[in-house]
């Protein structure tokens, strides 16, 4: 018993890090990278904007929230290179997978079958987000937080959550927008204290020393989010951020879920799937499992980038619901094929990320000469991590008060006549896009280079603009 529970652990280890071969740079990592080499090198924590033109021209204000997770990028890429990056996101992939086993692992053993399902689920659900990203740090601590919390729910001798302070400094240091999480969950398990008398509910029953471990973590969760350069501001730094009508309509990962992507219909299933699962089993469900489903699937619903959230949460709920069922299988066969699977598709299919994505021909000439620059939304990490002062890039909260939505809705081949309110001279744009069919068919506009991806134009003559560099 104890070799097959081993063997499935490896199994469900395995299978939730294969997103690893889904692996890509992302446009943030490089602006990510350059952050934590200025960090690194000057031995201080910008306040302002170092990076594009526009927003050291305006002295925009920004909050620099994931600067330690850039030192640490940097220090990881300094070292290893692409390889030390790949390394370093498989590590936070199996810690992370880790504890997910950690979660429910003795109803795992109980059900081989649904576990193998369960992994497979959660490798989808990763599969587009193994970018060196610091939400990768983010599941990692919040998957720790669930487990220390339902460990205390569970049993009332555990110390486990004494940790709670320690994970939220790392946590508002690596990924100040998410780490109000964690004194969010603390909340929902007090409350879970007030016991409601609903018949559909099983009654959560915590005892007054429990009670006073989550008041504990609750508290010191949020005064060590107060640790880090930015003071109390990362309290309100989240909370912020989901104001932002513009970062939420314009940004993908912002966006509601949407039924017109697999993505979307992938997030929709899972989320029928979770809900047939605990209604198929006929058991009364707790509150504290009813209060952290509904609140990760309406987040998830109102913004996919939620969803893992929602994943790493059921993980510790779901299989509890779980029946039994007449499928046996053989796991030592499993995992050969698994492992066979993956050693063919490195062998075969597998292609290593890009890592440069603009050609030596844009960026020698973008050096060379004299630019004021508009570039794709995308293109905007990879130029500062080149050098070059972009317009816009990633950081789209800093930009949220300014420039963002003129930005989106160029992007979007709207109001295309907004190029006219900035006095810019050169053009390095996504290929195939509206806003490269408007420079394209604009005389005003010369093609000076194109690669597979980008195009870079240039304007035919100085033209003298009436509008400031500061349009707001």
């Not at 690893?20 to 990592?29: E, T």
């Not at 199996?94 to 649904?114: C, Y």
Request: net charge positive; charged share 15%.
């Amino acid at each position: 018993m104890k070799k097959r529970n081993q063997l499935l652990f490896i199994i469900f280890i395995t299978i939730v890090t294969i997103s690893i071969f889904l692996f890509s740079y992302g446009s943030d990592f490089f602006w990510h990278l350059k952050i934590g080499e200025y960090i690194t090198t000057h031995q201080k924590i910008p306040f302002t904007d170092l990076f594009s033109w526009y927003g050291t021209q305006n002295h925009l204000p920004w909050i620099s929230h994931e600067w330690l997770f850039e030192v640490i990028l940097f220090e990881w890429f300094h070292y290893g290179k692409q390889f030390g990056i790949f390394i370093m996101i498989l590590l936070l992939l199996i810690a992370t997978s880790f504890i997910l086993w950690k979660q429910n692992s003795k109803v795992f053993t109980r059900f081989p079958f649904q576990t193998i399902l369960w992994g497979i689920l959660g490798m989808l659900m990763f599969a587009n987000k193994t970018m060196p990203r610091p939400h990768l740090f983010s599941y990692l601590f919040f998957a720790l937080t669930i487990y220390i919390c339902y460990d205390t729910y569970q049993n009332k001798q555990s110390k486990k959550i004494y940790i709670a302070p320690i994970l939220s400094i790392l946590w508002s240091n690596i990924h100040g927008g998410s780490s109000n999480l964690s004194y969010l969950i603390y909340s929902f398990f007090l409350l879970s204290y007030l016991n409601l008398n609903i018949k559909y509910f099983k009654k959560d029953n915590l005892e007054k020393t429990q009670i006073k471990k989550f008041l504990y973590a609750f508290f010191s969760s949020i005064l060590a989010i107060l640790i880090n350069p930015h003071g109390i501001k990362m309290l309100f730094y989240p909370y912020l951020n989901m104001t932002y009508h513009t970062m939420i309509t314009c940004i993908e990962e912002w966006q509601s879920l949407s039924l017109y992507t697999i993505d979307g219909w992938f997030y929709l299933l899972f989320i029928i799937g979770i809900t047939i699962t605990i209604v198929h089993s006929k058991k009364k469900i707790t509150q504290i499992d009813f209060l952290l489903l509904l609140s990760f699937t309406f987040l998830g619903i109102k913004s996919t980038r939620m969803m893992p959230y929602l994943y790493i949460v059921s993980t510790s709920i779901i299989p509890k619901y779980w029946i039994n069922n007449k499928i046996k299988i053989t796991l030592t066969p499993v995992l050969i094929s698994i492992v066979s699977i993956i050693i063919l598709f490195y062998t075969t299919i597998y292609q290593s990320p890009n890592f440069h994505i603009v050609s030596k021909e844009m960026i020698t000439y973008l050096k060379k000469e004299k630019t004021i620059l508009y570039n794709s939304y995308e293109l905007g990490g990879y130029l500062i991590y080149q050098n070059i002062p972009v317009f816009v890039d990633g950081r789209a909260d800093l930009y949220i008060d300014t420039i963002l939505c003129d930005v989106c809705e160029i992007e979007q081949g709207k109001g295309l006549n907004k190029l006219e309110k900035y006095p810019f001279n050169t053009f390095i744009v996504k290929r195939n896009t509206k806003l490269e069919n408007y420079l394209s068919n604009n005389q005003q506009y010369e093609l000076k280079y194109k690669d597979q991806q980008n195009a870079l134009y240039i304007l035919k003559k100085d033209k003298t603009k009436s509008t400031t560099t500061n349009p707001i």
